[in-house]
Each structure stands twice: as C-alpha cells, then as structure tokens.
T-cell receptor, first 113, second 112 residues
Framework: AQSVTQLGSHVSVSEGALVLLRCNYS??????LFWYVQYPNQGLQLLLK??????LVKGINGFEAEFKKSETSFHLTKPSAHMSDAAEYFC???????????FGTGTRLQVTL | DTEVTQTPKHLVMGMTNKKSLKCEQH?????MYWYKQKAKKPPELMFV???????INESVPSRFSPECPNSSLLNLHLHALQPEDSALYLC???????????FGPGTRLTVL
C-alpha cells in the first residue's frame, strides 16, 4: 500500500521568502511522485514529477523538488515566493501498477506582503 | 490541444433529476479518470477507464454511472443524487495508466 503525508496543512511565507512544502511517502515499490497546485475553484495543475533518473526535478513557475529515497521525502521548494503562488498544493504518489494516484491532504500556501 | 475540458462548469440539480457531466481530451491519452473533491480535501478517485474500458470502480454508489463512448470522451451520468454528493467533480487523463495525470477545470455540482 502507498500513502502520502504532507506536514503542515497551512504554510505562510512573506513575498520573496523561501517556500518549503513537505511531503513524505510510503511505498513498497519505487514510486512515481508528483506535485500539483490548485487555485480556488479550479482543477489541479501538474507542477512537476519524479519517475526515474535525476533526483532533483525542476517544474513550472520556479518550483523544484528533490527525491530522497533514504528519507522517503519529496519536498517542494521555491527560492522566492510570489503573491501568485498562493494556492493549495498536493503531493501525490503512484506506484505505476495500480494506476491510482494517492494524494496527501494538501498544504495551503499563503503569501504575505 | 493540450487540455482537458469539462462541461458544464456549474450544475444545480434536484434529487430526482437526471443529468450528465462531460469530459473531453484530444491528447491521445488512453486513460481517463473521474474524481470527487469536497471543500478543503484532496480529490477522491471514483472511476478509471483504460483503453475505453472501466478498470477501476472505487465502490461508488450506483447513482453515479460512468460512460466512455470513445477514447476522447468521458461522461458521468447522475441520477437520484443526495445533497452530500455536492462537490467539485474533476476529470483527468493520462497517456497511459500510471503516467502523470492532467486535470480539467471541474464541474461544481450542487444537489438541492
């Protein structure tokens, strides 16, 4: 079975500050990992993904994430927050065998002036 | 075309009504999904279609009936819904099952 834990249901940062959203997973097989962003009343947009290969993954809007197998983590970072980054962020895992995404509970990012 | 479209954007229906949600993609994706999302919660998987065949039904009540008429189109037929079925219904597609999923904007459903 696979599961995802997102630490912190709500994170607040100042504009220009580092963004760090935490995601830990459990999986019995090598996972595929994803970060999605959801703006109010919209669908989910894929930010980035890890499947195989390079463990540091770059995505859209300046976000990146690093797959750390030893820590079973896939934390999302962005060096400098922008007001437009305020949204809900979901980490998700898929083992590739069940064709099912397992989502974390989400982290709401607030960006303040 | 690199997007998933969903219609209608909003839907209000009574508990005795029959309505349908529509999802379309023209990316040649071979897997399509229906999710239900309640406020402040992650999406919950309802159904998966793989190569136009239903491959996963997450024990969804029979008042929700999915249909995949062709590889580009996915419908969700609704009948005798309950107020607790009010939610955002999201459609997604992926190149193949297990690959990254691309989501549509959703249909906001309200059941009175």
């Amino acid at each position: 079975a696979q599961s995802v834990t997102q630490l912190g249901s709500h994170v607040s940062v100042s504009e220009g500050a580092l963004v760090l959203l935490r995601c830990n997973y459990s999986s019995s097989v090598p996972p595929y990992l994803f970060w999605y962003v959801q703006y109010p009343n919209q669908g989910l947009q894929l930010l980035l993904k890890y499947t195989t290969g390079a463990t540091l993954v770059k995505g859209i809007n300046g976000f990146e994430a690093e797959f750390k197998k030893s820590e079973t983590s896939f934390h999302l970072t962005k060096p400098s927050a922008h007001m437009s980054d305020a949204a809900e962020y979901f980490c998700a895992v898929d083992t590739g065998t069940a064709s099912k995404l397992t989502f974390g509970t989400g982290t709401r990012l607030q960006v303040t002036l | 075309d690199t997007e998933v479209t969903q219609t209608p954007k909003h839907l209000v229906m009574g508990m005795t009504n029959k309505k349908s949600l529509k999802c379309e993609q023209h990316m040649g994706h071979r897997a399509m999904y229906w999710y239900k999302q309640k406020a402040k919660k992650p999406p919950e998987l309802m159904f998966v279609y793989s190569y136009e065949k239903l491959s996963i039904n997450e024990s969804v009540p029979s008042r929700f009936s999915p249909e995949c008429p062709n590889s580009s189109l996915l419908n969700l037929h609704l009948h005798a819904l309950q107020p607790e079925d009010s939610a955002l219904y999201l459609c997604a597609s992926s190149q193949d099952p297990g690959r990254e999923q691309f989501f549509g904007p959703g249909t906001r459903l309200t059941v009175l």
